[in-house]
């Protein structure tokens, strides 16, 4: 790359305290001089504001390890499509942000930080057009989804189900994003809760939030029978490449739906691996897809599910978190884990995992392209195991029946596109997918 890395950041932190600024003076200028692009965005626009520092953030840090951004970068631009933007916005949004910087450095702003800011901003400009005019050749920009299924299984949970109008290509594990007539341009994202489908149905695991545009619009201004928007699938949280015989799956609340596909998934790999599903519930009624769980753990024939009751004593014994379950049922050490949750559940069941010696590098928890600060192993250091670690197998559970060994499956179809590989050993917590309205930079119109 041709632009001075250690400028960026130092011109980085020199604008730090005035990050929303940065912002505002960014849309601000944007909109002044290119009156026509406000209509790609969103009416409000605080939301959008932490987007675009989401998204600068991650860039910024990510300088140093460039394949890893330039994917982010190919991936926002794919993404984008959906915005409507095109090769010939970007030069305006390149002149908007280098002058929001410049405007908020302060004295210590020099021209080579200007200059180090243009020329970082037409590599990342370069690689979106390039990935936008590439990947996105003959694939939508987005998919029209008609609803066919929508049941509000506790009053603020919906699962729904969607056909989307042409072929939707996605692997087992990754998510989209949803806009519905009632505000458009404002799309949030979900992970698809179900592996591809022979019938291209997609379901999603919606938990509303209090005030959300979305999740209430999708929870209760939405009908079978109207129609979606979807974004194109992201997220690298997939099974299709793994080889583990066995894997220990951790949900918190709607963070099931990706795990649920995954799950779903392992059933069609070749080695069909056993796989134990840990859900953690705050209420027992918030189980809410309980039976559909335990219906596909019967399919499936190397599955077992483990529901914990965090808030609520349950029937035949007191309320565990998730890691509490972990350790009352025990964990393999040699699982491949994959958590998709709430941070706080995430980091918590990490810990558990370290005392119970499951290596950390066998973990895998997408990140969603969202650089955080929990992302970092020394924010999280290791746990001390406790006495006795390790637990190579797992105890037979009372409460489900013994499960036959089953023959092999075959392996599904290949999809149409390549899947993504994993990302690196090693494991990162951050908020991922927010399940209703909170905000993931991925969702973000323009760099
Ligand atoms: N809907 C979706 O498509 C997806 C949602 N998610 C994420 O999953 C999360 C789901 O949240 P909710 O449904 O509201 O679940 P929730 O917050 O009600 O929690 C579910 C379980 O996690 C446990 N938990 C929560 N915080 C904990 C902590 N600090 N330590 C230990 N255990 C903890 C609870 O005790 C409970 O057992 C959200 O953060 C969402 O962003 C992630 C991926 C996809």
Redesign the pocket.
């Known amino acids: 790359m041709s632009f001075d890395i250690a400028l960026i950041k130092e011109s980085w932190r020199l604008v730090e305290d005035r990050q929303g600024k940065v912002a505002a003076d960014f849309y601000g200028l944007l909109f002044a001089r290119n009156p026509a692009v406000r209509e790609m965005f969103p009416p409000a626009m605080d939301a959008q504001r932490d987007r675009l520092l989401g998204a600068l953030t991650r860039i910024v840090l990510g300088f140093d390890e460039t394949t890893s951004l330039i994917d982010y970068l190919r991936r926002l631009a794919v993404d984008h499509r959906k915005y409507g933007v095109a090769a010939e916005h970007y030069p305006a949004v390149g002149r908007a942000l280098v002058s929001a910087l410049r405007a908020n450095g302060g004295d210590a702003w020099t021209q080579a930080h200007t200059d180090a800011w243009t020329a970082a901003y037409d590599m990342i400009a370069d690689v979106m057009v390039r990935a936008a005019e590439e990947q996105g050749a003959g694939v939508p920009a987005w998919w029209n989804a008609t609803v066919v299924s929508h049941e509000l299984r506790t009053p603020d949970i919906l699962v729904l189900t969607v056909e989307p109008g042409e072929p939707y290509p996605y692997h087992a594990g990754q998510?989209t994003s949803l806009e519905t007539p009632r505000w458009p341009r404002v799309w949030r994202p979900?992970?698809i809760a179900n592996a591809p489908r022979a019938d291209n149905l997609l379901s999603?695991?919606?938990?509303v939030v209090p005030g959300g545009w979305v999740s209430t619009a999708l929870a209760h201004h939405t009908r079978v029978g109207d129609v979606l928007r979807l974004g194109p699938p992201q997220g690298t949280l997939t099974v299709a490449n793994s080889r583990a015989e066995r894997l220990l799956c951790v949900a918190?609340?709607?963070?099931l739906?990706?795990i649920k596909a995954i799950v779903e998934e392992t059933a069609r790999l070749p080695h069909h691996p056993r796989v134990d599903l840990f859900h953690?519930?705050?209420r027992r009624f918030?189980a809410y897809d309980l039976d559909d769980l335990l219906a596909l753990s019967e399919r499936h024939g190397r599955l077992r599910v483990v529901t914990?009751i965090?808030?609520e004593a349950r029937e035949f014994g007191v309320p565990e978190?998730?890691?509490e379950a972990l350790a009352r049922h025990g964990a393999a050490s040699d699982a491949e884990v994959y958590i998709?949750?709430?941070p706080?559940?995430a980091v918590?069941t990490v810990r558990r995992l370290d005392t119970m010696g499951v290596p950390r590098h066998r973990v895998r928890y997408e990140a969603g392209g969202r650089a955080v600060s929990l992302a970092e192993p020394a924010l999280l250091p290791p746990s001390q195991p406790l006495a006795a670690p390790v637990i190579p197998e797992l105890p037979a559970m009372p409460e489900m029946p013994s499960i036959p060994e089953l023959p092999g499956t075959s392996s599904a179809p290949p999809g149409s596109f390549a899947p993504p590989a994993f990302s690196a050993p090693g494991y990162r917590i951050s908020?991922?997918?927010?399940?209703a309205d909170?905000l993931a930079d991925d969702d973000l119109p323009l760099p």
């Open positions: 998510y979900y992970s999603f695991h919606v938990r918190g609340g709607t963070g739906a990706p953690g519930v705050r918030e914990a965090s808030d978190t998730v890691p998709c949750g709430s706080g559940m918590a908020p991922f997918i927010p399940d909170q």
